[in-house]
T-cell receptor
Framework: VTLLEQNPRWRLVPRGQAVNLRCILKNSQYPWMSWYQQDLQKQLQWLFTLRSPGDKEVKSLPGADYLATRVTDTELRLQVANMSQGRTLYCTC???????????FGHGTKLSVL | QQQVRQSPQSLTVWEGETAILNCSYEDSTFDYFPWYHQFPGESPALLIAIRPVSNKKEDGRFTIFFNKREKKFSLHIADSQPGDSATYFCAASDNNNAPRFGAGTKLSVKP
């Protein structure tokens, strides 16, 4: 069972254009949702954790600017702008507590610069 | 600031050998240390995790050794199999923060 549905799965982004990503949580029992980026060297980097509808945050990293929004209890969005290097964006949710805590990852959205 | 350091960057072992992957951390508030693995074309997935109430956690061929004093932890993969070939990430987190990941170790197990 897929807990997180991300779309699109991949996108070619013309230099200078922004792209909007979407993540849908299938089980609202795991409300702590996050975005991670994985660069071309496979490094995983935490971007945002947004818990409540209406939460918004911005961040600039080497190669891209981000705006994350928690739209509803089950929808998380990410706008990626000014991207100069390809990357994959993963949506995650946190499940369990204590020794059973784990992150579930979505399938990811692979972005390439055109 | 790199909060979690991982080594080696890549590791090749023969089938049947024990692979050892190492991590260290800086933040004393971290209290949860998972390892994730990622196969080519797939998303990361949890493999095994430990909390510092113990210094060892075993799950089949996979064992985490944890040293709180030195802020180090390692993943040992016994009797390595070609199917274990993947990229392995250590991570660390606390109650207030999402996991921070190491840079990853690409493991190749040769038959």
């Amino acid at each position: 069972v897929t807990l997180l549905e991300q779309n699109p799965r991949w996108r070619l982004v013309p230099r200078g254009q922004a792209v909007n990503l979407r993540c849908i949580l299938k089980n609202s029992q795991y409300p702590w949702m996050s975005w991670y980026q994985q660069d071309l060297q496979k490094q995983l980097q935490w971007l945002f954790t947004l818990r409540s509808p209406g939460d918004k945050e911005v961040k600039s990293l080497p190669g891209a600017d981000y705006l994350a929004t928690r739209v509803t209890d089950t929808e998380l969005r990410l706008q990626v702008a000014n991207m100069s290097q390809g990357r994959t964006l993963y949506c995650t949710c946190r499940a369990g507590t204590g020794a059973n805590e784990r992150l579930f990852f979505g399938h990811g959205t692979k972005l390439s610069v055109l | 600031q790199q909060q979690v350091r991982q080594s080696p960057q890549s590791l090749t072992v023969w089938e049947g050998e024990t692979a050892i992957l190492n991590c260290s951390y800086e933040d004393s508030t971290f209290d949860y240390f998972p390892w994730y693995h990622q196969f080519p074309g797939e998303s990361p997935a949890l493999l095994i995790a430990i909390r510092p109430v113990s210094n060892k956690k075993e799950d089949g061929r996979f064992t985490i050794f944890f040293n709180k004093r030195e802020k180090k932890f390692s993943l040992h993969i016994a009797d390595s199999q070609p199917g274990d070939s993947a990229t392995y990430f250590c991570a660390a987190s606390d109650n207030n923060n999402a996991p921070r990941f190491g840079a990853g170790t690409k493991l190749s197990v040769k038959p």
